[in-house]
């Protein structure tokens, strides 16, 4: 299972939510490459970089900050937050980003987002499903999209999508735990998914029990931030 540390970039900081709410906002640090390169640095492979600002506004806006990430580190690099075209998914990977999440643009343009399979095949692109009450929420988590988690999915599949990851937007910054029962359901209904989970990881038993029910990989965010999980547990899980 795939351990992906998560930096969340608003006004070019390092930042946290709590359940996706702008408002409850956290800043841990000023400079989101000297976090990158701590996670680099204790031997972490992967990186989870979202931009907050442009998921609130529907236009990738940090792109200073992506680019630093991706040039002075070897992290593998996924990214989300705002975007909206092919011209700035081509953008992104002429970065080094490695691969991209795109969760709005999958709700309101679904033509884009067979195109980008097409075009850069299933392993760049990530379905990024956020989800409330098993209920897709899309535009920064503000705005609810009335799709089931289980229909999106079945389309998407079907549209060739192999990657997604999966956030519950009411654990997500809780420190509650992530929940097991959803993406249980989510990988019985669908076991060729590559599911990335995310939301709600709190301490190394959580991780472990993703890995026992068979999840690709794990977002972990403001447990590592709060000191819950330090870095050379997550490299030796």
Excluded at 111 to 137: F, H, P, R, W
Excluded at 177 to 204: D, M, R, T, W
Aim: aromatic share 6%; glycine share 8%.
């Amino acid at each position: 299972m795939k351990i992906i540390p998560a930096i969340d970039i608003i006004d070019g900081k390092c930042v946290r939510l709590t359940q996706g709410d702008y408002n409850q906002k956290k800043i841990y640090n000023e400079n989101p490459l000297d976090v990158a390169k701590e996670f680099e640095d204790a031997g972490l492979q992967f990186l989870h970089l979202v931009d907050l600002d442009g998921a609130k506004v529907g236009q990738v806006t940090n792109w200073n900050v992506i680019e630093s990430i991706c040039q002075h580190t070897t992290l593998r690099v996924d990214f989300g937050g705002g975007i909206k075209t092919e011209d700035q998914i081509q953008r992104l990977f002429s970065l080094g980003v490695r691969q991209v999440n795109l969760g709005s643009i999958a709700v309101k343009d679904p033509e884009i987002m067979y195109q980008c399979l097409k075009a850069y095949g299933s392993e760049k692109i990530i379905l990024s499903a956020d989800v409330k009450n098993e209920m897709i929420t899309i535009t920064g988590w503000q705005e609810n999209a009335s799709i089931l988690i289980t229909t999106f999915l079945k389309d998407y599949i079907q549209k060739g999508v192999e990657y997604v990851t999966c956030t519950d937007i009411s654990a997500d910054g809780m420190l509650t735990g992530p929940n097991i029962e959803l993406y249980k359901k989510i990988l019985l209904s669908f076991p060729q998914l590559h599911l990335i989970a995310s939301g709600g990881v709190s301490c190394i038993e959580d991780l472990q029990e993703l890995k026992q029910i068979g999840a690709d990989g794990v977002i972990v965010g403001k447990a590592i931030y709060e000191g819950r999980i330090k870095l050379e547990e997550l490299v030796n899980l």
